[in-house]
């Protein structure tokens, strides 16, 4: 009989444990939030206000319960991206006992990966001059906490319901670059894509931020990893290392590019010693100013730190003249220069050409009132005019130059062989309506440190 009373008496317990949990388990829980960040980049801050919700990155939401000694393991609650304003939302049915609840953030898409910088130091390079010791990979290292309730208000954990989390802003400063960089980076793939399939962005990019390299930064084109140097975070920079990754898509030969970064220190002389360089240089620093006042719907133009104060102006002869020794001053060494590269981009896609005088600078009224002269840039006459000297290519159109073009006789992409003004210009004419030899010709008289043409003249 005793025995028979114990068995009823576990029957039960154990039915009403049964029942307890699944009323337990119809308990609904949904954490929800917003990533936010308070913008490092001034670009940013200019267009998008001090703050902004992160999208498109990856949000993983964990758990742990209450139990008598203290809490559980975490267990997570699965990941899912943040919405377009940064906002995030996950639901699952469990026990009503309180529960603790931690988010955390990683930076990765099918477009982009951001990861923290461990390496100090370049220890090796492989055979074709990039370092052995920068390697990426994909670990939960790269994975940041952005809220625990450990930390309070919620130490003593919450109950079943909706649990808004509120705006959960990054803290840690090297978190927030990396917000900051995702922001712009994806703003720059949607214009890119923006201009059609053949434009966009090929292979997923990653970046490796912060690291120590000696002071520079650079792209690697074997692999599409960005190696951002500690002391070198800003939008041109970013975006600069950016472009090297779409020309070397749609280029060849880009890997000399490293080992005259070894044998000469950097890849910026003003005198480089292969057209190449100062090309793919030249290109990748206009480029930046072009692609920054795109995405910001022409509100910013120059970067907070910035080489040309106006980007958009050709150069003058003279400056173009100073990066040549006395007896280099002649059209044929030109293209051995940046200089010489950004003002002939320009010179292709400055919308006043006919009113540019290259053979003085450009002056203007400064803020207080008095002219301010800038030797740089070629003046620009308000009076002087003959339309039909102006060029007027867009940005999408000079890009266009290093795509194929099969039914134009253009069946490769763009190689070293075409990175000097000779070939540059004859692929240019070949792709650009209306770029005819006359106007080539003239193009390369403005560029020319030794004549005084002007289009009007």
């Known amino acids: 009989m005793k025995q028979g009373l114990w068995n009823l008496i576990a029957v039960v317990f154990c039915l009403t444990a049964v029942t307890q949990e699944f009323a337990f388990a119809s308990e609904k829980w949904t954490v929800k939030g917003k ?64 529960r603790q609840f931690k988010v955390e953030i990683l930076f990765d898409s099918d477009k982009l990966r951001i990861k923290e910088g461990q390496e100090t130091a370049i220890i090796k390079f492989d ?42 802003f990054i803290k840690r400063t090297v978190v927030k670059k990396h917000a900051d960089v995702w922001m712009l980076y994806h703003k720059v793939f949607n214009a890119f894509a923006g201009y059609g399939s053949e434009y966009a962005f090929k292979k997923k990019v990653a970046l490796k931020y912060p690291m120590k390299l000696g002071s520079i930064s650079y792209a690697n084109p074997l692999n599409n990893n960005l190696y951002i140097d500690e002391h070198w975070f800003d939008s041109n920079t970013l975006i600069h290392e950016l472009m090297h990754v779409w020309v070397y898509e749609r280029s060849t030969g880009e890997d000399s590019m490293v080992w005259q970064a ?14 190449l360089v100062a090309f793919q240089e030249g290109f990748t620093e206009w480029s930046t100013y072009k692609i920054l006042k795109e995405i910001t719907d022409g509100k910013v133009t120059q ?50 050409l006919d009113r540019v005088d290259f053979n003085k600078p450009l002056t203007v009224i400064g803020t207080s009132g008095k002219v301010e002269t800038h030797e740089k840039f070629a003046f620009v006459s308000l009076f002087t005019s003959c339309a ?9 159109d000079i890009l266009g130059v290093f795509l194929k073009y099969p039914t134009k006789g253009i069946t490769a992409y763009m190689g ?42």
């Open 35 to 98: 990533i936010m960040v308070q913008h490092v980049l001034p670009e940013l801050t200019q267009v998008f206000g001090g703050n902004g919700g992160v999208a498109g990155i990856t949000v993983k939401v964990s758990a742990r319960s209450k139990i008598p000694l203290g809490w559980g393991t975490w267990n997570s609650w699965g990941k899912l991206p943040t919405r377009t304003d940064g906002s995030f939302e996950v639901s699952e049915k469990h026990a009503s006992d309180r």
């Open 127 to 168: 055979s074709k001059g990039f370092p052995l010791d920068l390697d990426f990979d994909l670990t939960d290292k790269d994975w940041h906490e952005v809220h625990n309730d450990k930390d309070g208000p919620a130490d003593d954990g919450r109950k079943a319901g909706v649990i808004n989390l509120g705006d959960i």
């Open 303 to 352: 970067f907070d730190s910035y080489l040309y104060k106006y980007p958009d102006h050709p150069l003058t002869r003279n400056y173009i003249g100073e990066a040549l020794g006395n007896d280099e001053r002649v059209l044929a060494n030109v293209d051995y220069t940046e200089r010489g590269w950004h003002s002939l981009f320009n010179i292709l896609t400055f919308p006043y």
């Open 388 to 396: 039909d000297k102006r060029l007027g290519y867009t940005l999408k």
């Open 416 to 457: 070293t062989r075409d990175m000097n003004f000779r070939n540059f210009l004859d692929r240019a004419g070949a792709i650009l309506a209306g770029f005819e030899k006359e106007k080539i010709k003239q193009v390369k008289l403005y560029l020319s440190p030794n004549r005084v043409d002007n289009p009007c003249t």
């Open 262 to 275: 070894i044998k000469h220190g950097h890849t910026h002389q003003d005198r480089e010693n292969t057209t």
